[in-house]
């Protein structure tokens, strides 16, 4: 087989599910009885009916890792499940080449009152592996998984890592063509993670991933090729994983402030970005300063309030923090107002958007006051689409003494 063929093929593929079992359970019937006669209408929907997936198209080659991407309930694992002839689509047609490994659900495919070992062939076995072949890999896989001790413990007093531990052992050593991955990995720990990637790496060149999640960073890690999924439908595909990527996060602004802590001390009165633009999702290009207003005004006497503004990616982890970090003696108003002005110099956060959380303390670093989660959302602009939180300012210099 050459290393480019194409290993997976979607045409036109479709599936829809019914809202309601009742009603979906009474069309199944009518189905199998105008399938009968030869008389499909799968391309319609009837009452209480939706697409699940609509019109997906893609193929995928040896030495290509796919991401699957998209919000809760888009149709990725229905996809996968398609894919690993779990499910049957109403439309539309897949042809696969050669043996598939499939994590699809934590647990599936294993039979829970069986041992470890027992499983280990009985999943060899249904991927048309002799027991002599799979007594040579037994070994490998029990290490990959290690789960040694447990291997002769029934698999349904396993724990979720140990569950998916020997899943994926079992997936990966059976040296698949197409390799399928449901979120499953989030349950491993970092070590097993870790060593997932580099099986992952080690078995790309020979092997087409599919890969689900909803972890941004993993799938920026593992894949070349991205299908964003929405309601669906397919939003993006293409080789440009950070851009995909990019799309997806834009669907998700966080417009809700949470106030977590509120001493009575203080009143944030307002807090915005002195940008040009003037419209909900204040906007910087990259290597602009961003200044920061606040308004607030003192309901009790605070003599040296310190602030600290922390900056949070689309990840929701947190990137950076500005902090009022020496002895302030407050410049209040008659009525109790007082404002600062936050400046940094040469934003160098990569594209994206950014949510802040602010937090103010009585005095130096002893009692909180004030707590507001997701104060402001901003969003920085650059032509490149990275998923690092940071895009440094760099000189590459060719010919240098
Ligand atoms: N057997 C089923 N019967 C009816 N509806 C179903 C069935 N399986 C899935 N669905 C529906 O199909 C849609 C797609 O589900 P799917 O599990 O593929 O989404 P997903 O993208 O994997 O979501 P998540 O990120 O939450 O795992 C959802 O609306 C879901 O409720």
Redo the contacts with the bound molecule.
């Keep these: 087989m050459s290393d480019k063929e194409v290993l997976v093929k979607v045409e036109g593929l479709s599936k829809k599910?019914?809202k309601d079992l009742r009603t979906?359970l009474w069309y199944g019937v009518q189905d199998l009885f105008t399938n009968f006669m030869g008389n499909k209408n799968e391309r319609t929907l009837r009452d209480k009916e939706f697409w699940?997936l609509q019109d997906i198209n893609f193929e995928l080659k040896r030495g290509e890792c796919l991401g699957l991407i998209?919000?809760?309930?888009?149709?990725?694992?229905?996809?996968l499940k398609i894919l690993n002839g779990l499910i049957k689509p109403d439309a539309g047609k897949v042809t696969i080449k050669g043996r598939v490994g499939a994590l699809i659900e934590l647990g599936a495919g294993f039979n829970p009152i069986l041992t470890g070992r027992e499983n280990i062939y009985n999943n060899g076995a249904i991927l048309g592996f002799t027991r002599e072949e799979i007594d040579n890999k037994l070994d490998e896989i029990i290490d990959f998984a290690e789960i040694r001790e447990f291997i002769d413990m029934p698999v349904q007093h396993y724990s979720s890592g140990m569950k998916v531990r020997l899943g994926f052992a079992v997936a990966a050593q059976i040296q698949p063509d197409v390799l399928l991955i449901d979120?499953v990995l989030a349950v491993g720990d970092m070590g097993f993670v870790l060593k997932c990637f580099k099986t992952i790496d080690d078995i790309l060149p020979h092997t087409a991933i599919i890969f689900?999640s909803?972890n941004m960073p993993m799938v920026s890690r593992i894949c070349n090729k991205l299908i964003l999924?929405n309601k669906?439908e397919m939003q993006y595909f293409r080789n440009d994983v950070a851009k995909g990527i990019d799309k997806y996060y834009s669907g998700f602004i966080n417009n809700f402030s949470n106030v977590l802590m509120d001493e009575g001390f203080l009143k944030l009165i307002s807090i915005y970005i002195n940008t040009e633009e003037k419209n909900n999702l204040p906007q910087l290009n990259w290597g602009d300063d961003l200044q920061l207003i606040l308004k607030f005004q003192a309901l009790k006497k605070i003599l040296q309030p310190h602030i600290c503004i922390i900056i949070f990616d689309k990840e929701q982890r947190p990137v950076a923090s500005l902090e009022l970090n020496k002895k302030t003696d407050l410049t209040v108003s008659s009525d109790g107002y007082f404002e600062f002005k936050v400046t940094h110099k040469k934003l160098q956060l990569s594209k994206g958007i950014y949510s802040i959380n602010l937090i103010v303390y009585k005095d130096y670093y002893k009692k909180p006051i004030l707590r507001i989660n997701s104060v402001l959302n901003f969003q920085v602009k650059h032509r490149d689409d990275i998923w690092q939180p940071f895009l440094l300012s760099s000189t590459f210099v060719n010919k240098f003494n």
Aim: glycine content about 26%.
């Design positions: 599910f019914c979906g699940a998209g919000h809760n309930g888009a149709g990725k694992s229905t996809l979120e689900v909803h999924l669906g």
